[in-house]
């Protein structure tokens, strides 16, 4: 399995508009977590304010008190699409002082499904320690423009110095190449401190049904942002040696939503899970169930 952490510097480059981009094209069932310490959002946007039934960070964190971390983790996630889930962010900031970072990082690495997390900001004015140092890769998104590749190398920085991340493990992300800076004047000034694993195209429409739950134009699933995370996870998925296991989940769907853009042609077989992940009616609460 592989760990893989967006994380971003000041601004608002598309994090989490990449993280669920990519989310929805990984070649094989991942855990998608919002780790940002300033707030979840998907719920907000892809999610078009669906009820999360209490689940999430804050729960998987209270329920591991008394019981398996891992089970924990499971009992609090919510179907994204098929074989991908989400185990949604704290509510609020404020929370963010009650999250062990740390032994959730432990957690997800023995998950033994792909970890595709959501860190936001780094270093954060909430959390300075909300890395997770067990990170395959750490990938600072970033816009190509001069204060976005700035804020991107301050970040990068920052994220060695919060971790102590090994070489090699530190990369970046473009969202938008051509913005107005070309993707190899990015890659040349990034190579030596966070080298460009990939580049997100700038899709507005598209990131408007991730960020902000706007309905899902017909050619959602062969947009451009969705191609682009898609080849983007899959490169960062090819050097992994084994395949995951398979999960013991159990989740509430987020309704209604478009699935993966390739999970019918994917090329890795898919974990067989017992039954599919339910797509219930918005809001119903018995659509919440253990398979
Ligand atoms: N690839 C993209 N193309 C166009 N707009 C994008 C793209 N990715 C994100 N956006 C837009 O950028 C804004 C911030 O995105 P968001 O994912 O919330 O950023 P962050 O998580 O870094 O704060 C949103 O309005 C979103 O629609
Ligand atoms: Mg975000």
Redesign the pocket.
């Known amino acids: 399995m592989v760990m893989v952490t967006l994380l971003?510097g000041k601004g608002?480059?598309?994090?989490?508009?990449?993280a669920v981009a990519m989310a929805l094209g990984w070649p094989r069932p991942v855990l998608l977590v919002e780790a940002d310490p300033a707030g979840g959002?998907i719920g907000f946007g892809y999610g078009q304010g669906i009820d999360m039934q209490g689940r999430g960070l804050l729960g998987a964190q209270l329920a591991a008190r008394h019981g398996d971390p891992t089970a924990a983790v499971w009992s609090n996630v919510v179907g994204l699409a098929e074989d991908r889930w989400l185990l949604p962010g704290i509510g609020e900031p404020r929370q963010a002082s009650t999250i062990d970072y740390a032994s959730l990082d432990g957690t997800l690495a023995g998950l033994g499904v792909d970890v595709l997390i959501d860190a936001g900001r780094t270093p954060g004015p909430d959390r300075v320690d909300a890395l997770p140092a067990g990170s395959d890769r750490l990938l600072v998104?970033m816009r190509s423009t001069l204060a976005g590749v700035h804020t991107a190398q301050t970040a990068a920085t920052a994220a060695v110095a919060a971790c102590g991340a090994a070489p090699g493990v530190v990369g970046s992300v473009i969202?938008?190449p051509g913005r107005p800076y070309p993707e190899a004047d990015v890659r040349a000034v990034m190579r030596d401190l966070a080298p460009v694993s990939g580049c997100?195209?700038?899709?507005?429409a598209t990131?408007?049904v991730i960020?902000?739950g706007f309905p899902a134009p017909r050619k959602w699933a062969i947009s451009p942002?969705l191609r682009s995370a898609a080849a983007l996870a899959s490169a960062l998925v090819a050097g992994a040696a084994e395949p995951p296991r398979p999960a013991d989940s159990s989740a509430a769907s987020i309704p209604g939503r478009p699935g993966p853009p390739s999970a019918a042609d994917s090329p890795v077989a898919a974990v067989q899970v017992e039954a599919p992940v339910s797509v219930p009616a918005a809001n119903d609460a018995s659509a919440v169930r253990t398979r």
């Open positions: 971003c608002s480059p598309g994090t989490t508009t990449t959002s998104v969202v938008g997100i195209a700038w899709d507005p990131a408007a960020s902000d942002l």
